[in-house]
């Protein structure tokens, strides 16, 4: 069971077959072409809100509904998971794809929580390693390697980077009360 009082980093966390199938679909390294939608900022009044604050997203899951025809992957691989191994039992709001574009440096973004009208908890899965991160206002730092998922408390502080030594910054969020 994961304790979201603290900042639950698991490593490997999906098998290397269904690993490999989720990071060549998002990642567009497949035959399939996966849909990705450009935000013109990722904090909300970013104001770093520039040329390279942006990203790009795709919603496979929001506000009770499924968003894409990926969805019945993400159930499979992940959803499932978090109810039978981890017994997270709770109501999801939102599960979306991320990409975050190269800078020559790497850039952190706005610091902000999920959902600030909802406490809502949150994962974070890399589907590609670079030198990007997750990081928490406490100071903790939590770095982009493929296939890592970090279980944490959303409705905490946190922020994301770009990447300087990749195309992107590849993950997908979760969030859910």
């Known amino acids: 069971m994961i304790d979201f009082d603290t900042i639950t980093v698991i490593d490997d966390f999906l098998p290397k077959e269904q690993f490999e199938h989720i990071s060549s679909l998002v990642m ?3 035959e399939d072409s996966f849909p990705f939608y450009v935000q013109k900022d990722v904090a909300d009044d970013d104001e770093n809100a520039d040329h390279w604050s ?3 997203t795709h919603t496979f899951f929001v506000d009770g509904e499924e968003d894409s025809n990926y969805f019945p992957i993400i159930k499979e691989y992940f959803l499932d998971r978090f109810r039978k191994d981890l017994k997270i039992m709770s109501g999801y709001i939102r599960v979306k794809a991320n990409f975050y574009g190269w800078t020559p440096d790497v850039r ?3 610091w902000h929580i999920d959902y600030s009208t909802t406490k809502n908890k949150g994962a974070l899965f890399s589907l590609n390693t670079c ?8 100071g903790t730092k939590v770095d982009s390697v493929a296939n890592r998922i970090v279980f944490f408390d959303a409705h905490h502080e946190h922020r994301s980077s770009t990447t300087s ?3 992107g910054r590849y993950n ?6």
Do not use: E
């Open 172 to 177: 997908i969020n979760f969030n859910f009360v």
């Open 54 to 56: 942006w990203y790009a």
């Open 28 to 30: 567009n390294t497949s």
């Open 165 to 167: 030594n990749s195309y």
């Open 131 to 138: 030198d990007g991160s997750l990081v928490f206002k406490d």
């Open 108 to 110: 952190h973004h706005n």
